[in-house]
């Protein structure tokens, strides 16, 4: 039952990291790049998905989405370490099902193209593995 619960937590936990960093590093870009107020660029969506989707950008989203799948997988392993593959194909599981949701729910006017997040969802499961497999074979952790 704890294995369950470890697991469990491992998932959401990694999962909100991976969220989370990608989404403040994407709006604190974009906040910077356009130079208006965060007031604005929410009542304009078309300014902010016009940058979120400009190729430049989404090269930018690719490298820092890495990173963060990367620190999402590692730190996936360190919460449930009894098995490292387990754990990053839950992962990938979860945050495909996630950013496929994302596909359909999303307008079509402010969805990137469909390449780019096959692209982003290959990378990011490379990253996760990744960082799930660095943890296996790095020193533990303690708090």
């Known amino acids: 039952m704890f294995k369950i619960i470890q697991l469990s937590l491992a998932l959401v936990i990694s999962v909100l990291i991976i969220t989370l960093l ?6 604190i ?4 790049i356009s ?12 300014l902010f998905y016009k940058i979120r989707n400009s190729f430049d950008f989404l090269i930018y989203k690719a490298f820092y989405s890495f990173f ?5 997988g590692y730190v996936g392993t360190w919460i449930f370490d009894s098995n490292e593959k387990l754990v990053s194909i839950l992962i990938i599981t979860f945050y495909g099902i996630i950013l496929y949701s994302t596909l ?3 307008s079509k006017n402010f969805l990137p193209p469909i390449e780019y997040s096959i692209i982003l969802f290959i990378c990011s499961s490379s990253a996760i593995y990744i960082g799930s497999q660095i943890r296996k074979h790095k020193a533990p952790v303690s708090l």
């Open 68 to 72: 963060a799948c990367l620190i999402g």
């Open 29 to 32: 870009s974009i906040l910077l």
């Open 104 to 106: 359909i729910i999303g």
């Open 22 to 27: 990608s989404e403040v590093i994407e709006f």
């Open 35 to 46: 130079n208006e107020s965060a007031n604005q660029l929410s009542t304009s969506p078309h």
